[in-house]
């Protein structure tokens, strides 16, 4: 297998967790590969490998439940392989690992607000994380839980703000029928809006979109039924 010094290039993974893989790796000499998994509260994941052969580990450790990324994350404390050889825990994924040539690894979680982040570590020969690696490697994880909740602090307020943006436009071309229906019936700007919302119940149809077809056709060709719409809110008004 050749050595472990590419990023893999997923489209659908975020830069910033393609990057703390990358930072992961030169935290101890004797690293070559390094995965970084995320999981949130609603089933959600993120995963980012150093190399193809990881990303397959890491799903087979997501599979199968055992592994020392699933451990590090169900205990939320670090868990280390200091030799697969002799270390029979998980048998499935040390054989996958022995299989490609990988002896030992560590797994680094941390967690916050629900998400939680495990970065593990990856090497050829028997090999153990010292403690100031490990540290640093529990600040990655951190920061990849701090990454993904700014993420969706983002997408919430941009989809806030498209919500915003779309019921402001909706207002606005409801007003634009209003003063249409208004011109038309010769009537108040608050009987107009009873027709159009008449209208909307009438051809259960929502009112932005009664409103929108008569701000299209400009009133044109919908007046008699207006005016008759108009003289029944009058009546139930009365």
């Known amino acids: 297998m050749r050595p472990m010094d590419a990023v893999t290039n997923d489209a659908a993974v975020a830069p910033w967790l393609v990057g703390i893989g990358a930072r992961a790796m030169r935290c101890s000499a004797g690293c070559r590969g390094a995965t970084v998994f995320l ?3 609603g089933g959600e994941s993120r995963g980012s490998s150093t190399h193809p052969d990881l990303a397959v580990l890491a799903a087979l450790q ?4 055992e592994g020392p990324c699933v451990e590090a994350a169900r205990s939320l404390g670090p868990v280390a392989a200091v030799d697969l050889v002799a270390d029979a825990r998980w048998p499935r994924f040390r054989a996958a690992a022995l299989e490609r040539g ?3 690894c ?3 979680p941390a967690a916050a607000e ?6 593990t570590l990856y090497a050829f020969r028997p090999w153990r994380l010292t403690a100031g690696a490990r540290e640093a490697v529990g600040m990655l994880a951190e920061e990849a839980v701090g990454g993904l909740l700014r993420e969706h602090a983002r997408k919430g307020a941009e989809a806030e703000a498209e919500q915003l943006r779309t019921a402001m436009a909706s207002r606005a071309v409801i007003d634009q029928a209003i003063g249409i229906v208004t011109h038309l019936l010769d009537c108040a700007p608050d009987r107009a809006f009873d027709v159009l919302r008449a209208l909307s119940q ?6 932005n979109a009664v409103a929108a077809q008569i701000v299209r056709a400009r009133g044109r060709g919908s007046t ?13 008004g009365a």
């Not at 108009?230 to 009546?235: C, I």
């Open 39 to 41: 999981r949130c509260p």
């Open 62 to 65: 997501e599979d199968t439940g």
């Open 102 to 104: 990988l002896r030992a």
């Open 106 to 108: 560590t797994a680094v």
């Open 114 to 119: 629900g998400v939680t982040a495990t970065v």
């Open 202 to 207: 009438r051809t259960n149809r929502k009112l």
């Open 224 to 236: 008699r039924e207006l005016r008759r719409l108009l003289g029944e809110v009058r009546t139930d």
